[in-house]
Nanobody, 127 residues
Framework: QVQLVESGGGLVQAGGSLRLSCAAS????????MGWFRQTPGKERELVAT????????YYPDSVKGRATISRDNAKNTVYLQVDSLKAEDTAVYFC????????????????????WGQGTQVTVSS
């Protein structure tokens, strides 16, 4: 079992930046690919960024490419998401998630493959 706790959400002005953190506990953090997702009411949870176990591989969808940076500190059992040039459409609840990928240093695109999820943190971008 992996426990994930997000922090860092809040109200941010358009054009600003935010940095979310997700602290993991319960299992060996470096055995997991980590992802950040977001969800708004009535919409499916969408991938924002994903990072492999070692941190050597990352992936961003076009919606945030060039504005988002995912990183991880395996010594601190924490994954981060930095988003710059925030837009109103970035408003959502942001979730971190973990996919057990020991032996494979890869990213995970499909949300259904993530077994563990945090409770989410609200990000509101004001225009």
């Amino acid at each position: 079992q992996v426990q994930l706790v997000e922090s860092g959400g809040g109200l941010v002005q358009a054009g600003g930046s935010l940095r979310l953190s997700c602290a993991a506990s319960g299992r060996t953090f470096s055995n997991y690919c980590m992802g950040w997702f977001r969800q708004t009411p009535g919409k499916e949870r969408e991938l924002v960024a994903t990072i492999s176990r070692s941190g050597s591989t990352t992936y961003y969808p076009d919606s945030v490419k060039g504005r988002a940076t995912i990183s991880r500190d395996n010594a601190k059992n924490t994954v981060y998401l930095q988003v710059d040039s925030l837009k109103a459409e970035d408003t959502a609840v942001y979730f971190c998630a973990a996919d057990f990928t020991v032996g494979r240093d890869r990213v995970t695109y499909n949300r259904d493959e993530y077994a563990y999820w945090g409770q989410g943190t609200q990000v509101t971008v004001s225009s």
